[in-house]
T-cell receptor, first 114, second 116 residues
């Protein structure tokens, strides 16, 4: 699976949009971009994933560049409960695809401030 | 959404004893389950992958005789830490993936193991 690079940490203002970048310059054509977050002492929570089109759900939006070498997770209105470590993970698609498992990197520690 | 239940959430045991952790998919059938461990201030490390009815596949460096994994049904996987020692103290997290949800892995809340 392709490796991802994320900022170690970032602060965000409560009520403002939080834009979390991720670089995955070696991504392959059949690899998806997944975002998870882990609030302190809990298991990771799925946020969103995409292949090449931008995606939106009730939690966030995922913007993938046209060359697919980077992406941005957008939390539209950050709240204090969004404080967590956010992981950007690249993984081969398809349930039976070889190597189809999530490998976690260091993630971005996001602190939402009042 | 898909729910993965993990039990117990916290366990303390004496050195040399064995501890079993259960992971259940509550509202979907999990064809594949994963076990991770996480040390303080570190990221999650995959320990093993199991498919229902077959032997688990362990990651390099993970002792299969130390960490016994059983995935006997489509909704239950167990991790048994055998002869636990203080260095096994960690946060253990299970994850499940099924046909539902477009190949998304869902995670349990984790089990904090403290070996005295």
């Amino acid at each position: 699976d392709a490796k991802t690079t994320q900022p170690t940490s970032m602060d965000c203002a409560e009520g403002r949009a939080a834009n979390l970048p991720c670089n995955h310059s070696t991504i392959s054509g059949n690899e998806y971009v997944y975002w998870y977050r882990q609030i302190h002492s809990q298991g990771p929570q799925y946020i969103i994933h995409g292949l090449k089109n931008n995606e939106t759900n009730e939690m966030a939006s995922l913007i993938i560049t046209e060359d697919r070498k980077s992406s941005t997770l957008i939390l539209p209105h950050a709240t204090l409960r969004d404080t967590a470590v956010y992981y950007c993970i690249v993984r081969v698609g398809g349930i039976k695809a070889a190597g189809n498992k999530l490998t976690f990197g260091g993630g971005t520690r996001v602190l939402v401030k009042p | 959404g898909a729910v993965v239940s993990q039990h117990p959430s916290w366990v303390i045991c004496k050195s040399g004893t064995s501890v079993k952790i259960e992971c259940r998919s509550l509202d979907f059938q999990a064809t594949t389950m994963f076990w991770y461990r996480q040390f303080p201030k570190q990221s999650l490390m995959l320990m093993a992958t199991s498919n229902e009815g077959s032997k688990a596949t362990y990651e390099q460096g993970v002792e299969k005789d130390k960490f016994l994994i059983n995935h006997a049904s489509l909704t239950l996987s167990t991790l048994t830490v055998t002869s636990a020692h203080p260095e096994d103290s960690s946060f253990y997290i299970c994850s499940a993936r099924g046909e539902v949800g477009k190949n998304i892995q869902y995670f349990g809340a984790g089990t904090r193991l403290s070996v005295l």
